[in-house]
């Protein structure tokens, strides 16, 4: 067993663990899983290199995500009545780097989220790109890249849970 095939894993896990977290609606566990710099990013066209120059879906730092949390566990939170359910699927987890110049991991994986809520169902098939930073035994998120497949569709909702 070589060190990069036990990295992988433990990336996996990790992986494994933030869908796990969605799925269960814990949004402040998950938002702990960022680092203090972390950016959370859908972008809005396919191969969009750049989130500050062309619109995306959604992009945020971790202070956004903090709102975003805080909404999503507020009572009134109507727009989520009944609360979705979620199943979230990250399938060929590839590492792409060990470790570049600043430390991170770089991964990307497959999404597939199926959700259901007040009879509706939806499908939403993605890839992802985490750059995850060493912390302790487990990881940080850095960059969480979101790219829907159908990312420059019109969407008939903003996208109100994460992906």
Known sequence: MTDAAAL???VDAFLYREARLLDAGAFEDWR???AEDGVYWIPSEPGQSDPVTTV???REDKALLAMRVRRL?????FALEPRPRTVHSVTNVEMIDLSDANGLCHVASALTVHEYRAGDRAVRAARCEHRLRPAGDSFRI???RVDLIDCDA???TVISIPL
């Open 73 to 77: 566990g507020h009572p009134r939170a």
């Open 154 to 156: 019109v969407h008939d």
């Open 8 to 10: 992988l894993r433990a």
């Open 56 to 58: 995306s879906i959604l």
């Open 32 to 34: 702990g899983l960022f």
């Open 142 to 144: 850095v960059l969480k």
